[in-house]
């Protein structure tokens, strides 16, 4: 199928974010419709531009996590591991907010609260303060992207990190680490 000439661009486009690598799958899938693909990845654009890096995959990996979605899951470890987020953060990601402290547990928990019950407690939105929209906005393109590519496999070749394959392969591998059976000594990631 020819693609837009659009998501040809953004696809062509170097990120330092891929290293190295393309999500070959989500532009076939999202080339379907170029119109509304490339107003998807318009979203995802501002998302890189509009919140912090760190913000921004906690809630990438948390919305992968919850939806399991294999997919963006084996995309977004690549991203963060290492250079946003810790081999064991990202473990704990899966995990949940009670994993974590402070904000990075608050952003956690607005996640699971809007992708369960479609809102946030008055806590949760007095917590994440200005950043409330932000953090609806990116679950809710994340869950978009999670049900876009639903069924779809990781990109071929793309090794997945070791301990982190999957969002349950990535709750053992938390568990582990929290109960002292696994000295947290993360594989490279390139």
Known sequence: MARHSKLV??????RAEWKGERPRAFFDTVSSNPVIGDGLCGLCDALLAGMPARTRELVALRVSAELDSAYAWHGHVRIACGVVLSWEEIAAVAAGPAAFAGYDAIVLRAVDELLHSGSLRDATRSALGTDELVVKIATGTYWTVAAVI????????????????????????YAAIASGFVRADPPSVV
Request: charged content about 35%.
């Open 9 to 14: 661009e953004r696809e062509a486009r170097e």
């Open 150 to 173: 639903a069924g779809v496999e990781p990109e071929p070749g793309i090794a997945p990190v070791a301990g982190l394959e999957s969002p349950d392969r990535a709750r053992l591998t």
